[in-house]
């Protein structure tokens, strides 16, 4: 059964760094998508950024210039670098993997202070 683990999530400072990983568990299958979706408390759950198995990347336009994401296929990881965080960068953020189903993480909290 595939799992999405998540880790990296902190409280941080403004203007401070986080990295994300996820590492995808119980299968050898590499998926298709694999991307970074976030939620604040009272806001519905977005995309922040995908990227394909050949690398082709998508981002939200609130983060474009700050984050980065990045996969490791051969450790079956993606990552998000991010950036000259932001107190509204505060959500939890969720892990997506898609290969004809959709996966998800169960979400770590990234809290930005100003």
């Known amino acids: 059964q595939v799992q999405l683990v998540e880790s990296g999530g902190g409280l941080v400072q403004a203007g401070g760094s986080l990295r994300l990983s996820c590492a995808v568990l119980?299968?050898?299958?590499?998926?298709?998508?694999m991307g970074w979706y976030r939620q604040a408390p009272g806001k519905q759950r977005e995309l922040v950024a995908d990227?394909?198995?050949?690398?082709?990347?998508n981002y939200a336009d609130s983060v474009k210039g700050r984050f980065t994401i990045s996969r490791n296929n051969a450790k079956n990881t993606v990552y998000l670098q991010m950036n000259s965080l932001k107190p509204e960068d505060t959500a939890i953020y969720y892990c997506?993997?898609?290969?004809?189903?959709?996966?998800w993480g169960q979400g770590t909290q990234v809290t930005v202070s100003s």
């Open positions: 997506q993997g898609i290969h004809a189903f959709t996966y």
């Open positions: 119980g299968s050898v299958l590499r998926l298709n998508t």
């Open positions: 990227i394909t198995i050949s690398g082709n990347t």
